[in-house]
């Protein structure tokens, strides 16, 4: 069982930053950030696996977004810069312990999402 609490969202004007934690409670394989725009459908933003650091990124937010995890606190980031409006978004932390899993969109394990808001 894995346990996730996010932190984070709030509102931001275009160009600004926002950082994203994840605190799991359990030690899955994989983490991501998924986001769901309202009419939209839920896409993948970032994963990282736990054990050897490799990262991915959807197109739209390389270069802007770093996901990253402090090991000590089994906590997972999502730094955001660089701040669009079309990033606006609930945002969810998820976490499995198959890679597959979260590759395709459908981990086990889910926070409980927090609003992210970009004004232009």
């Known amino acids: 069982q894995v346990r ?3 932190s984070g969202g709030g509102s931001v004007q275009g160009g600004g ?3 994203l934690s994840c605190a799991a409670a359990g030690y899955p394989q994989i983490m991501g950030w998924f986001r769901q725009a309202p009419g ?3 896409e993948g933003v970032a994963s990282l696996d736990m054990l050897d650091g490799e990262t991915k990124y959807v197109d739209s937010v390389k ?3 770093t996901i ?3 090991n000590a606190k089994n906590t997972l980031y999502l730094q955001m810069n660089n701040l669009k409006p079309e990033d606006t978004a609930v945002y969810y932390c998820a976490a499995d312990r198959e890679v597959w899993k979260v590759v395709q969109g459908i981990p086990d394990y889910w926070g409980q999402g927090t609003q992210v808001t970009v004004s232009s």
């Open 4 to 6: 996730l609490k996010e």
């Open 17 to 19: 930053s926002l950082r």
């Open 40 to 42: 939209k459908e839920r």
């Open 63 to 65: 270069g802007r977004f």
């Open 68 to 70: 990253s995890k402090d």
